[in-house]
């Protein structure tokens, strides 16, 4: 049956309570390092305006909040209510500001943002077409977009990642068919495009305006 958006909020609304503690056990507590490289490579200043898209229970919101909190305005979106219910203790406290939203229908102006980010959602969306270019329309000429996303490895840990591609695509609803760098280079200009994990997680940055930097293929 081909997934809807509908779908995806019911299966994260039900996660929801879960979601950090199986996030933790999948990525041994390792993803706060690609949550924190991913945000230096953004490098949002204070007084940056961010975006934190399809941000679920905040955790890229620590490492945001470090280089945006001095004048700066951090907000999140996300389809499911539970997953921004469980966001929301951290971003009372911290000011950041949580919006309910579908990211193929973003309700912002043309170029309001300094930097977005999307961490493992655009392989779960549906509508990752359309999220990437509302992604492209709401950041400023100068805007850097961060990407990270599942991915199945080569090598060594190729049979690890059958197995775990099959789990995660009926549990997390991820499509591992899509093609994250393909899809990005459509409406951007891709910076860094670096495997981690074991190849297990990809990580993008894309740039707004083109210039003739060649991109940085890198592997962990
Ligand atoms: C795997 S979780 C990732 C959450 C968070 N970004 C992270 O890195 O932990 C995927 C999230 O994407 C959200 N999502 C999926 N499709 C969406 C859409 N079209 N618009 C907004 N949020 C969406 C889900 O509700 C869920 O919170």
Request: with cysteine.
């Amino acid at each position: 049956m081909p997934k809807t958006t509908k779908g995806v909020e019911a299966a994260y609304d039900k996660a929801a309570p879960l979601y950090n503690l199986m996030n933790h056990i999948y990525f041994f507590a390792k993803d706060k390092r690609f949550r924190s490289m991913l945000v230096e490579r953004l490098n949002p200043k204070p007084g940056d305006t961010v975006l934190d898209i399809c941000c679920g229970t905040g955790l890229n919101f620590p490492f945001l909040l470090q280089k945006v909190k001095i004048r700066g305005t951090l907000l999140g979106v996300d389809l499911s209510s539970e997953m921004l219910q469980q966001a929301k203790r951290k971003a009372e406290s911290e000011g950041v500001n949580l919006v309910r939203s579908d990211a193929a229908h973003l309700a912002f102006r043309d170029r309001t943002f300094d930097a977005t980010l999307v961490s493992f959602c655009l392989k779960v969306t549906p509508t990752y077409e359309k999220a990437i270019e509302e992604a492209a329309r709401v950041l400023k000429p100068a805007g850097r977009i961060g990407v990270l996303g599942n991915h199945k490895p080569s090598g060594p840990l190729r049979f690890l990642g059958i197995i775990l591609t099959k789990v995660l695509s009926a549990m997390a609803k991820i499509d591992y068919e899509v093609n994250l760098k393909e899809q990005l280079s459509r409406k951007f200009r891709i910076i860094e495009d670096k495997k981690m994990y074991g190849g297990l997680v990809q990580s993008l940055v894309g740039g707004k305006t083109s210039n003739h930097l060649p991109t940085v293929n890198r592997d962990d």
